[in-house]
């Protein structure tokens, strides 16, 4: 079965860079979620998106935005980097059923290094 | 401010026995409660789920049991299998918020 596809899995900046994280949710999926998990911690909700929508917003930085495409897929841009943001990000992807989403499916997550 | 605790960092058990891991939580606008699986450099991987209104779920092995007065679950595997090695977190949904609020994981360990 289709999975959420995340890219890229690794990638490196240097402070002060910009850098795009893309996630491809399971199809017919219609609501995606990032998360951003440091190193030894629990993921931390960023934002979610329903049909194109800003759903919902978490912990997201003002450098942060993210955006949801026609398409379904959701990209997570990142500027003025800082040592502090490397962590590993997830992109989860559920399913609207009723008046609530249930469970959110995960990728495999993009491990950014800010050097 | 944690809102889903889980207070065990590592639990260790025999293959074969009964691994309980535990959650707690504190926003009374928690409504659905999940746990997940992840092993490292994977994501997280949906293992089973619970809504407010039950106190028990059932998937095989897996058995998840809520206890709302006490602001408590914790999740039963039975018997435990080498492979179910892994980071098991908790999280919990509600309060018309999307995102999912995750407890800090337990390292279940299954020796031999």
């Known amino acids: 079965a289709a999975g959420v596809i995340q890219s890229p899995r690794h990638l490196i900046k240097e402070k002060r860079e910009t850098a795009t994280l893309k996630c491809y949710p399971i199809?017919?999926?219609?609501?995606v979620y990032w998360y951003q998990q440091g190193p030894g911690q629990d993921p931390q909700f960023l934002i979610s998106f329903y049909e194109k929508m800003q759903s919902d917003k978490g912990s997201i930085p003002d450098r942060f935005s993210a955006q949801q495409f026609s398409d379904y897929h959701s990209e997570l841009n990142m500027s003025s980097l800082e040592l502090g943001d490397s962590a590993l990000y997830f992109c989860?992807?559920?399913?609207?059923?009723?008046?609530?989403?249930?469970?959110?499916?995960f990728g495999q997550g993009t491990r950014l290094t800010v050097v | 401010d944690q809102q889903v605790k889980q207070n065990s960092p590592s639990l260790s058990v025999q293959e074969g026995r009964i691994s309980i891991l535990n959650c707690d939580y504190t926003n009374s606008m928690f409504d659905y409660f999940l746990w997940y699986k992840k092993y490292p450099a994977e994501g997280p991987t949906f293992l089973i789920s619970?809504?407010?209104?039950?106190d028990k779920n059932e998937d095989g092995r897996f058995t998840v049991f809520l206890n709302k007065s006490a602001k408590h679950l914790s999740l039963h595997i039975v018997p435990s299998q080498p492979g179910d090695s892994a980071v098991y977190f908790c999280?919990?949904?509600?309060?018309?918020?999307?995102?999912?609020?995750f407890g800090k994981g337990t390292h279940l360990i299954i020796q031999p």
């Open positions: 999280a919990a949904s509600g309060g018309g918020a999307d995102g999912l609020t």
């Open positions: 989860a992807s559920s399913s609207y059923q009723g008046d609530r989403n249930r469970e959110a499916f």
């Open positions: 619970i809504s407010s209104i039950k």
């Open positions: 199809p017919r999926h219609d609501t």
